[in-house]
């Protein structure tokens, strides 16, 4: 069956760095794009970073330059570099694969990152 496990949050200070890795498993891999979303309390979950499954990444304005998206298709994963941690990058952080035709979209349990002094 399709799973997408998260891991690599935490607790970081301001200005700090995590990275966050996806292990994908039970789809083509291959034919996804990968994405990265974050949800914090209260508020709708967001589009933080996409890598289409040519390898074209796009950002979120809120992390452009602060984080970078990529992925390794020998190990089907996908990760995200966070860097210069601000305090509102506090949120549960998904990882999701999408294809459109046929159209499939899943999701991870979600790991929370924590930026707090």
């Known amino acids: 069956q399709v799973q997408l496990v998260e891991s690599g949050g935490g607790l970081v200070q301001p200005g700090g760095s995590l990275r966050l890795s996806c292990a994908a498993s039970g789809f083509t891999f291959s034919s996804y794009a990968m994405s990265w979303y974050r949800q914090a309390p209260g508020k709708e979950r967001d589009l933080v970073a996409v890598i289409s499954s040519g390898g074209s990444p796009n950002y979120a304005d809120s992390v452009k330059g602060r984080f970078t998206i990529s992925r390794d298709g020998a190990k089907n994963m996908v990760f995200l570099q966070m860097n210069s941690l601000k305090p509102e990058d506090t949120a549960v952080y998904y990882c999701?694969?999408?294809?459109?035709?046929?159209?499939?979209?899943?999701w991870g349990q979600g790991t929370q990152v924590t930026v707090s002094a």
């Open positions: 999701n694969a999408k294809r459109r035709s046929p159209q499939r979209s899943y």
